[in-house]
């Protein structure tokens, strides 16, 4: 069983910033990737930023230049800090966390997910 919690979200203004944090806990042999999703209201959940293990980071196109992933692998945590936020950026933000079994399993699993909303 994996937990995966994130938090950090909120109302903020536009031109604002907030940071993410997402953490996965439990039974985990080993992380592949990190990423963030979100889903605004009557839209499809879409990709924000992935960051997989040893590869390159890929961002939306919305994103570039403003949205930034990390990851810290001793706390099996990945941070999205956002910056110079705008009111499309609306939505509920999802984490999700692909985990490597020792068989070569790979399971998703996701965060309940954390409200941003700009607007001023």
């Known amino acids: 069983q994996v937990h995966v919690v994130e938090s950090g979200g909120g109302l903020v203004q536009p031109g604002g910033s907030l940071r993410l944090s997402c953490a996965a806990s439990?039974?985990?042999?080993?992380?592949?990737?990190m990423g963030w999703y979100r889903q605004a209201p009557g839209k499809e959940r879409e990709l924000v930023a992935h960051?997989?293990?040893?590869?390159?980071?890929n961002y939306a196109d919305s994103v570039k230049g403003r949205f930034t992933i990390s990851r810290d692998n001793a706390k099996n945590t990945v941070y999205l800090q956002m910056n110079s936020l705008k009111p499309e950026d609306t939505a509920v933000y999802y984490c999700?966390?692909?985990?490597?079994?020792?068989?070569?399993?790979?399971?998703?699993?996701w965060g309940q997910g954390t409200q941003v909303t700009v607007s001023s």
């Open positions: 999700n966390v692909a985990v490597i079994y020792s068989d070569g399993t790979v399971y998703h699993y």
């Open positions: 439990g039974s985990i042999f080993s992380i592949n990737a």
């Open positions: 960051l997989p293990s040893g590869g390159s980071t």
